[in-house]
């Protein structure tokens, strides 16, 4: 049976064009909004509507192209951007689904799509007890290809979409990025880390071996991108400041007194937020200056393999501290937060009381997420594309 499916914005690449042909290819029917230059050039069809309305009036629009098309799916990656937070409720109106890729639960190889939403929105059984009592008819995670996803790649693509934006700004006035910043700013930016990458990997090098050779506990903070959705729309912090100084203060008044806390930096943070020098200074003022490390790189497993405990938001850094069998706290709304994976008491009681998680729940929780929710491939390249928009088939037609 064939579907009628409305792609609405997609990533900067070339993945929602090679998914439009395939869905045509095997009979349905495919439309495509474009809300700015990138989706424009990204589009890779001639059946599309460029939405050119100020943000309050999609929501009427939204509702008129339901009923005009009679769309079975909707499909969209990023579930809180301002042209797609409208849609979860028309659609419902209309009987449409909601299909929603976000970059993977489970890293590297692996892209997330998942019916309604993800993250706060998602629909996952996150029990401890339903996963247990079904761990026999979960299917165990199948072993993954690798796609040969370079960063590379993903920054050519990201700076074309952008120059698009900028080209076709006319035909789109209203358009409001999810991105906080320009491309120039974040870019120059990433410029500067990237020639000071030998220092600071470097000096990462320094504090994990004086970490491992000194014998003493230390907590691992591996921090999120300020514009996160997650961030903004799934925590209760205005930002990863707010985030960064609440675990910092919690941990002067109540870790161990001869415990570490290691902040670990985004990869792709711009340091546009000197969120090193904030840290240090309120360390200082707190009297914990020589217990506390700002790093940006560093080996991650092997951070991970040997913390007491690691402090996120939501980041799927989470799920491999898990891996690792570290004790988790998650800040803010996220999949994998429930008993038996992740500490449920106060952020206080975590240095000392947090326990390591059940390895039966995480193992079972994994295959699930995977099950449901986790396809191998990736966005960007031409290899995790193909091997993507299979998995996504796969996914998308039993639904229809």
Not at 71 to 80: E, K, M, N, S
Not at 161 to 175: D, G, K, Q, S
Not at 195 to 210: G, I, S, W
Not at 275 to 304: C, E, M, Q, S
Request: aromatic share 10%.
């Amino acid at each position: 049976m064939s579907s009628s499916f409305i792609l609405l914005q997609g990533t900067a690449s070339f993945f929602f064009p090679e998914l439009a042909r395939a869905l045509q290819t095997r009979g349905h029917v495919v439309q495509k909004v474009n809300f700015c230059g990138g989706d424009l050039v990204y589009s890779g069809l001639r059946d599309q509507y460029n939405y050119a309305g100020t943000a309050e009036e999609l929501e009427s629009w939204y509702s008129q192209l339901l009923t005009q098309s009679g769309a079975t799916d909707i499909v969209l990656f990023g579930d809180c951007r301002p042209v797609h937070m409208p849609i979860h409720s028309i659609a419902a109106s209309h009987g449409a689904r909601v299909h929603v890729f976000e970059e993977g639960y489970v890293r590297p190889n692996w892209i997330t799509l998942e019916r309604f939403g993800v993250n706060g929105r998602s629909q996952l059984r996150c029990d401890a007890d339903w996963l247990k009592e079904h761990r026999h008819i979960i299917p165990p995670v199948p072993e993954s290809r690798h796609t040969g996803y370079n960063l590379r790649e993903r920054a050519y693509h990201d700076i074309r979409y952008r120059l698009a934006n900028t080209l076709y700004a006319r035909r789109f006035p209203h358009y409001v990025s999810h991105r906080p910043r320009n491309g120039a700013v974040e870019y120059a930016g990433l410029a500067i880390g990237l020639a000071l990458t030998k220092k600071r990997e470097r000096y990462a090098a320094e504090v994990t071996a004086r970490l491992l050779g000194g014998g003493n506990d230390y907590y691992l903070v591996p921090l999120q991108l300020n514009s996160d959705a997650q961030v903004v729309h799934h925590s209760p912090f205005g930002g990863i400041s707010d985030f960064a100084q609440a675990i910092l203060r919690s941990f002067a008044l109540n870790a161990p007194q001869d415990a570490s806390l290691v902040f670990k930096s985004h990869p792709l943070d711009t340091g546009l937020i000197d969120h090193r020098r904030n840290l240090l200074d309120l360390a200082r003022d707190l009297g914990v200056d020589n217990r506390v490390y700002f790093i940006k790189g560093g080996h991650l497993p092997t951070l991970l393999s040997y913390a007491r405990g690691v402090a996120v938001i939501n980041s799927t850094v989470g799920l491999s501290a898990l891996h690792h069998g570290r004790a988790l706290i998650a800040l803010g709304t996220a999949v994998y937060d429930m008993p038996g994976m992740t500490w449920q008491g106060t952020l206080d009681d975590f240095w000392c009381s947090a326990s390591s998680p059940d390895r039966e729940v995480y193992q079972t929780f994994l295959n699930y997420v995977i099950d449901q929710t986790q396809i191998n491939g990736d966005f960007y390249t031409r290899s995790g594309i193909a091997m993507a928009v299979t998995g996504v088939i796969d996914r998308l037609e039993p639904c229809a």
